[in-house]
T-cell receptor, first 111, second 114 residues
Framework: KQEVTQIPAALSVPEGENLVLNCSFT??????LQWFRQDPGKGLTSLLL?????REQTSGRLNASLDKSSGRSTLYIAASQPGDSATYLC??????????FGTGTRLTVIP | DTAVSQTPKYLVTQMGNDKSIKCEQN?????MYWYKQDSKKFLKIMFS???????INETVPNRFSPKSPDKAHLNLHINSLELGDSAVYFC?????????????FGPGTRLTVL
């Protein structure tokens, strides 16, 4: 059964720092991996989606990488801002169109 | 132009009651989902509907029943509510045959059972 883990569970950084969030999954037979952002009391916003055949995707200050064979993905956030404070979730899609979510990393960017 | 919408946003009810949560998507997608986010913030799939047919049921109690009147709607009915049903429920949609099958999520419904 697919299990998705995110490390660290919480992270606090001063504004302007670059940071990396980690995601690992146990079954490498995935179709894609999605990174989401969730603000307190809000829904999920899709940030980046990486197909299983891709190595990375970039959107603005965000860069997500995927190493399918080792079951790992990272989300790199450059020049962090207070507005980046949120919980970041990664999810992998299996053949059944099911999304398995990680436990999330709660990011706080301190002004 | 809300892509995936849910009503109500908050729902507070007593144990034993029956309640429904509605979900609508205007993206033209053919697949809709219900997820449950528990108190530890862990998100887990409950149901998936493709063209009005149930394709996933992740061992959810049969007190929960999804109902899809058409492709754009997937409602969640819950009978005999229990304390453990308190959670945030998210609806999502996607296009099944798209290569990336990116899922788009609604804002969530926070259910509190007293």
């Amino acid at each position: 059964k697919q299990e998705v883990t995110q490390i660290p569970a919480a992270l606090s950084v001063p504004e302007g720092e670059n940071l990396v969030l980690n995601c690992s999954f146990t079954d490498s037979a995935i179709y894609n991996l999605q990174w989401f952002r969730q603000d307190p009391g809000k829904g999920l916003t899709s940030l980046l989606l990486i197909q299983s055949s891709q190595r990375e995707q970039t959107s603005g200050r965000l860069n997500a990488s995927l190493d399918k064979s080792s079951g790992r993905s990272t989300l790199y956030i450059a020049a962090s801002q207070p507005g980046d404070s949120a919980t970041y979730l990664c999810a992998v899609r299996t053949g059944a169109n099911n999304l398995f979510f990680g436990t999330g990393t709660r990011l706080t960017v301190i002004p | 132009d809300t892509a995936v919408s849910q009503t109500p946003k908050y729902l507070v009810t007593q144990m034993g009651n029956d309640k429904s949560i509605k979900c609508e998507q205007n993206l033209g997608h053919d697949t809709m989902y219900w997820y449950k986010q528990d108190s530890k913030k862990f998100l887990k799939i409950m149901f998936s509907y493709n063209n009005k047919e149930l394709i996933i049921n992740e061992t959810v109690p049969n007190r929960f029943s999804p109902k899809s009147p058409d492709k754009a709607h997937l409602n969640l009915h819950i009978n005999s509510l229990e304390l453990g049903d308190s959670a945030v429920y998210f609806c999502a949609s996607s296009q099944w045959d798209r290569v990336d099958n990116e899922q788009f999520f609604g804002p969530g419904t926070r259910l509190t059972v007293l």
